[in-house]
C-alpha cells in the first residue's frame, strides 16, 4: 500500500476542536465510504458532500469547512476550476486534492489554482486522517509519487534553473517547511520566535517568486535540498 505524504503529524495543538470537512467527488460510493471513515474518527465529522465542482463551491460557501477534499475529474465544474473559485471567495477552507492517477494532468494546474495538498485515492485511511490535520494546520502535503512528477515537470519547464541565493536560515526553514513542519515546530527546533519564522517564510517566498507553501517545498525538491524518497519517512 502507498505511504502519502511527508509522515509527519502537522505541528500545533487542536483541542478539543472537531475538524469540519467536506467532500466534493462525483462517485457516491466513494463519497459514502470516505465519509464514513472520516466521521469514525474523533477529530474530524463531514459537514457535507457534493458530486460535482459547481455544487461544491455552492456547498462550501454556505457551509463553511476547514479542509475540503476534492476529486479532479467531475461533470459540471472540475475540481481544479472549484479549487480556484473557492481560494478566491473562501480562502479559509484549506484543499486536499485526490487523485486516482500521480501522472494525472491537472495536478500542475491543482497547484497552481491553490490546492493545499495532494493525495492518491489509494492511500491508507491513516495518511488521510494525517493529511487532513497537516493542513488543517496551515502546512502543505503530497504523496511522494505526485512530487516526483511536479519536479519533472519543473525540469522539462527549465532544464537549467537559476537557483536564488538563500541565507543559511532560509535554508533551514525552506528545509523544514518541505518536512511538514508548522511555524511553532520550526520556532522551537531553531530557537527563534513565531514572528520571525514567518518574517524568512515571507522572505523566501519573494526571493523564490512563490506564493504558497506548496510551491516554495516544490522548489526545495527540485534544488535537491530534500529526498523526495525520503519524504514518506518520520
Same mark, same amino acid.
Given at each position: 500500500?502507498?505511504?502519502?505524504?511527508?509522515?509527519?503529524?502537522?505541528?500545533?495543538?487542536?483541542?478539543?476542536?472537531?475538524?469540519?470537512?467536506?467532500i466534493v467527488d462525483d462517485q457516491p460510493l466513494f463519497t459514502d465510504g470516505l465519509g464514513r471513515m472520516i466521521g469514525a !474518527?474523533?477529530?474530524?465529522?463531514?459537514?457535507?458532500?457534493?458530486?460535482?465542482?459547481?455544487?461544491?463551491?455552492?456547498?462550501?460557501?454556505?457551509?463553511?469547512?476547514d479542509v475540503v477534499l476534492m476529486d479532479i475529474s467531475m461533470p459540471v465544474m472540475n475540481g481544479v476550476e472549484a479549487t480556484?473559485?473557492?481560494?478566491?471567495?473562501?480562502?479559509?477552507?484549506?484543499?486536499?486534492?485526490?487523485?486516482?492517477?500521480?501522472?494525472?494532468?491537472?495536478?500542475? $494546474?491543482?497547484?497552481?489554482?491553490?490546492?493545499?495538498?495532494?493525495?492518491?485515492k489509494d492511500c491508507t485511511p491513516d495518511d488521510l486522517s494525517r493529511a487532513i490535520r497537516t493542513i488543517y494546520a496551515g502546512?502543505?502535503?503530497?504523496?511522494?509519487?505526485?512530487?516526483?512528477?511536479?519536479?519533472?515537470?519543473?525540469?522539462?519547464?527549465?532544464?537549467?534553473?537559476?537557483?536564488? !541565493?538563500?541565507?543559511?536560515?532560509?535554508? $533551514?526553514?525552506?528545509?523544514?517547511?518541505?518536512?511538514?513542519?508548522?511555524?511553532? $515546530?520550526?520556532?522551537?527546533?531553531?530557537?527563534?520566535?513565531?514572528?520571525?519564522?514567518?518574517?524568512?517564510?515571507?522572505?523566501?517566498?519573494?526571493?523564490?517568486?512563490?506564493?504558497?507553501?506548496? !510551491?516554495?517545498?516544490?522548489?526545495?525538491?527540485?534544488?535537491?535540498?530534500?529526498?523526495?524518497?525520503?519524504?514518506?519517512?518520520?
Amino acid at each position: 500500500m502507498l505511504k502519502c505524504g511527508f509522515g509527519y503529524m502537522a505541528a500545533g495543538f487542536w483541542g478539543y476542536r472537531v475538524i469540519r470537512v467536506a467532500i466534493v467527488d462525483d462517485q457516491p460510493l466513494f463519497t459514502d465510504g470516505l465519509g464514513r471513515m472520516i466521521g469514525a !474518527q474523533p477529530e474530524t465529522e463531514v459537514v457535507g458532500t457534493a458530486h460535482d465542482g459547481e455544487s461544491g463551491v455552492k456547498m462550501c460557501l454556505e457551509l463553511k469547512p476547514d479542509v475540503v477534499l476534492m476529486d479532479i475529474s467531475m461533470p459540471v465544474m472540475n475540481g481544479v476550476e472549484a479549487t480556484r473559485k473557492l481560494r478566491d471567495l473562501l480562502p479559509t477552507a484549506r484543499v486536499l486534492i485526490l487523485t486516482v492517477h500521480a501522472d494525472d494532468v491537472h495536478v500542475f $494546474q491543482g497547484i497552481k489554482a491553490g490546492a493545499n495538498g495532494y493525495l492518491l485515492k489509494d492511500c491508507t485511511p491513516d495518511d488521510l486522517s494525517r493529511a487532513i490535520r497537516t493542513i488543517y494546520a496551515g502546512d502543505t502535503i503530497m504523496a511522494p509519487e505526485i512530487a516526483r512528477k511536479m519536479l519533472l515537470a519543473f525540469e522539462e519547464a527549465d532544464e537549467e534553473p537559476t537557483a536564488p !541565493q538563500l541565507t543559511d536560515r532560509e535554508l $533551514q526553514i525552506i528545509k523544514s517547511l518541505a518536512r511538514g513542519n508548522g511555524n511553532k $515546530q520550526i520556532a522551537r527546533s531553531l530557537d527563534i520566535s513565531e514572528k520571525t519564522v514567518r518574517n524568512h517564510v515571507s522572505n523566501i517566498y519573494k526571493k523564490l517568486h512563490v506564493y504558497d507553501r506548496t !510551491q516554495a517545498v516544490l522548489y526545495a525538491i527540485r534544488e535537491g535540498l530534500v529526498d523526495v524518497d525520503g519524504m514518506g519517512n518520520s
